[in-house]
């Protein structure tokens, strides 16, 4: 596909977006001595010009009013629950908060890093072999790339971060007081876990005593002052209670600018060109390469840049987006189940029980956004699921993550909406009161998927994204079951009242339930089923790669970060050992 854009002097690797994979693939791209370019479409950020501890607690700036997501002015999706409804835009961001910016949404993000459960790679085969075949409608895969293969690279991306945890499982050894059904890794965490605040404690002694083997979450949010592998040091925090959807005044959280950025930024053969927005990428007359991509920079100008390599790391929605304004690789039909890019979306199923007391002190404000402990023994295939009807499952935890004013104020059911009622019943329950969470996988559907919207076009004049997506009766049936296992250590506590909330009803957009969007450009072992190989490389152009969650091939019970980090570093090291030695597919088809 030509360009009539102004042509630019051409780079090695162009990298479209610069939050978490950005930045990990320009360190490692550019220690393998590559020119490497970053566009991102978003503005400057950084600790101390953006966070200052003096105005980084701007409840409405950053949770209401949106200062770091994406804006949907410029860029929105359309949404469906159904491929027989007509999808609308979404015109205000709702259910998930995609970012916007240099870091991505590695700034505003909680910290919660885990890792997948091995069984998690071989959804499919696992769980054919255990419980017979899957119905055709559900588009399980295998992704084609194990647990031990990405240990370590788990691993680095833990070290980077200087996580905060406390291993289950050390080189198959069962650690007591960590999560004993993780996946076997070859150290423990690099940072111990963070002091647990009141909360979490008494969901730990409600979840040993009823049987369960609760540990303290894996946190991104240091424990101590760290100094990761790169050489750069970030301090301990302070539980201020304004993490998630805010940027850290205090290097306490592991994001792209506390962990990569000071080292990266400084290098001769890297460069960042923000407020730029990637509308293509340019492929050769054969369709077999990518050539670079066309932007729009922040005069409104357009612009080619050549690139011998181009990386998607534009997030979950916007990697397969560029794909199909691209014209890259088949687009997925729902009607024959061929295709495969926009495949697969999956999201998350959340719910909660909250906790009632009379005479326990929580001070919910003294809060991180990865501090919790949780259990493990309903995730994935960590229980037997005959006779249940569904697979899949979630971790549950009691986090202790903010106090805000605004956003915080549980009620016991039944409490009037608004009103004096409602303000006595806040003011009663504000500091006495604890949820526990539900944190469920999606498996994949063929009706849940991604393409472009037929009506609705963005700020540049393409086509919107088209999301259409349900929960089906396998992840109403897992979260029932999440919910009721959650009521029962909830009812341990010997609280004054327990209010489980289910999961109900559709997929409702409007709620901020988790930005853990998946699918689109799956990975896998098959080019008809999938549209990137286990190495992340697509199976159409060959110097094209896409990573973070869009390669997911259905969505596990975790957050998913951990896993984007592993994945990118797996990605760089093939690149970096076996493509740039010969360039072509790593995987024949
Ligand atoms: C509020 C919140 C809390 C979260 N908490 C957790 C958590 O606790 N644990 C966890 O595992 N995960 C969490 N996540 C998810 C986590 O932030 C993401 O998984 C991670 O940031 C993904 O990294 P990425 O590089 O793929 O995308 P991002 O970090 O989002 O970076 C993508 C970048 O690409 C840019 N971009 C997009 N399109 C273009 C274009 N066309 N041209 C140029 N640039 C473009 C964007 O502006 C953005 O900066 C959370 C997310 C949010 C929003
Ligand atoms: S809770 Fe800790 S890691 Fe999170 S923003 Fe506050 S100081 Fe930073």
Known sequence: ????????????????????????????????????????????????????????????????????????????????????ETALPMRHLGSFLPATGVGGAGIHWNGQNWRFLPSDFVARSHNEQRYGKLSDDMTVQDWGVTYDELEPYYDKF???????????????????????????????????PLDMVYAPTLFEAAARETGHKPF?????????????????????????????????????????????????????????????????????????????????DAQGNELEQP?????????AHHNPHLMMLSDIGKRYDPKTGEGVIGKNYAYQIVSGVDVFFDDKIMNPFVGAGALGVGIDEYNGDNFDHSGLG???????????????????HPVPKDTPKWGGKWKAAVAKNYLTSLSISTHGAVMSHRNNYLDLDPTYRNAYGQPLLRLTFDYTDNEHKMSDYLTDRATDIAKAMKAREVHAKPRQGHYDIAPYQTTHNTGGAIMGTDPKTSAVNK???????????????????????YN???????????????????????????VQA
């Open 535 to 557: 190495f992340l490389q697509s199976w159409d152009l060959h110097n094209l790669f896409v990573m973070g969650t869009a390669v997911y091939p259905q969505n596990p019970g």
């Open 390 to 408: 569904f697979i899949g499952g979630g971790y549950l935890a009691c986090w202790q993550t903010n106090g805000r004013p605004i956003e915080y």
């Open 158 to 192: 833990e070290y980077l971060c200087g996580i905060a945890g406390k291993a289950g499982n050390l080189n198959g050894q069962i650690v007591a007081g960590g999560n004993p059904f993780e996946g076997a890794r070859k150290r423990d965490y690099p940072n111990p």
């Open 1 to 84: 596909m030509a360009s009539a854009a102004r042509k630019l002097p051409p780079v090695d690797v162009v990298l479209v977006g610069f939050g978490w994979t950005g930045a990990i693939l320009g360190q490692e791209l550019t220690d393998a001595g590559l020119n490497v370019l970053a566009l991102e479409r978003g503005g400057w950020r950084d600790t101390s010009t953006d966070f200052a501890v003096t105005f980084a607690q701007d409840e409405l700036r950053y949770m209401w009013r949106h200062a770091l997501f994406e804006e949907p002015a410029r860029e929105t999706l359309t949404f469906r629950n159904a491929p027989s």
């Open 216 to 296: 303290p979450c894996p946190a991104a949010n240091m424990s101590r002052p760290y100094t990761n592998p790169l050489g750069v040091q970030l301090g301990p925090c302070t539980y201020c209670g304004f993490c998630e959807k805010f940027g850290c005044g205090n290097y306490s959280k592991s994001s792209p600018q506390t962990t990569i950025h000071p080292v990266l930024l400084r290098k001769k053969n890297f460069e960042l060109r923000t407020e730029c927005n990637v509308l293509r990428v340019l492929k050769d007359s054969a369709g077999k390469r990518a050539t670079g991509v066309v932007y729009i």
């Open 560 to 586: 998913p970060t951990g896993t984007v980090g592993a994945l990118t570093y797996w990605a760089a090291e093939a690149i970096k050992t076996q493509y740039l030695k010969n360039p072509g597919p790593l």
């Open 307 to 315: 690139a011998e390599m181009v990386v998607l790391c534009a997030f």
